[in-house]
């Protein structure tokens, strides 16, 4: 092989990015499919698709960043733009629901009974199970910083063990979230205020699911000796993911349920 | 005071402005008149004193509300659905 001349990652041809299209587009369609006409056939296929592709995509580029090297300083400048720009997405995302939720609640309408939350609707209390959500979360950001510094000192043990409480830590969030769903007095159909609730923090939830997998995910490559302690790049996207998702579940508690209680 | 109300009765010709709804869009003016109205009534029927001066208030959100919207929001009440509260 000719002598490459720079740092950057000439990428290997990889069938994911034909494979993760096509289960995109089987995903989406077949769950089209499923609202019209009740079969569930092509949208499992999507699913199956997609986690295939995610699984194999995700393991090769762990394979070239650990095993094959190719995560040189410059690449992985790169890996932070593209980090810091998808969370810059993530945090658009949210600021949508945001806008629904204070559209409808800053000015009532009518129907409403002209309050907020809405006449017949009983808020849940936010010094209850929220308030304690607020704590896990705070505790959980502070086990992750602990974990990054046990990674940058080399100190394995320790960085396992935060890690895993970190994890743990978004496992009784999630736990405590399914909990406030189940114990609701509203629904999702019960008008816009269970629309805007169970909406915006449905997606949180789902985004500290998916925080959770990144977090275990470095979990399982710490306890298999991928990360060293001056290159760990997955590890930090997964703490700043999680961070992001942290600082969302504050502006909803302040906003969703204690403003809007 | 009661003479007061009575003048301003008799000189209303529309709804005049009111500084807490400035904008084009005069539905929140109508549901606070429509809703004031209802609550002044209720208040002074308990205290068994002459209910006229709520009249203004009715007058208000009979010139702002839509007769759609009045048909509607009665019928709510007589059904114990109306969604403001009175």
Partial sequence: MAHQAHAYHMVDPSPWPLTGAVGALLLTSGTAIWFHFHSITLMTLGTVLTLLTMYQWWRDIVREGTFQGHHTPPVQKGLRYGMILFITSEVFFFAGFFWAFYHSSLAPTPELGGCWPPTGITALDPFEVPLLNTAVLLASGVTVTWAHHSLMEGERKQAIQSLALTILLGFYFTFLQALEYYEAPFTIADGVYGSTFFVATGFHGLHVIIGSSFLAVCFVRQVLYHFTSAHHFGFEAAAWYWHFVDVVWLFLYVSIYWWGS | ?86
């Avoid at chain 2, 000189?11 to 609550?39: E, G, I, M, V």
């Fill in chain 2, 1 to 86: 005071m009661a003479e007061d109300i009575k003048g301003k009765l008799e000189r209303y010709r529309t709804a005049p402005f009111d500084s807490r709804f400035p904008n084009t869009n005069q539905t929140k003016n109508c549901w606070q008149n429509y809703l004031d109205y209802h609550r002044c009534q209720k208040s002074l029927e308990s205290k068994g004193v002459d209910v006229a001066p709520c009249d203004w208030y009715k007058r208000v959100y009979k010139t702002l509300c839509p007769i759609s919207w009045v048909e509607k929001w009665d019928g709510q009440r007589d059904d114990g659905t109306f969604p403001g509260k009175i």
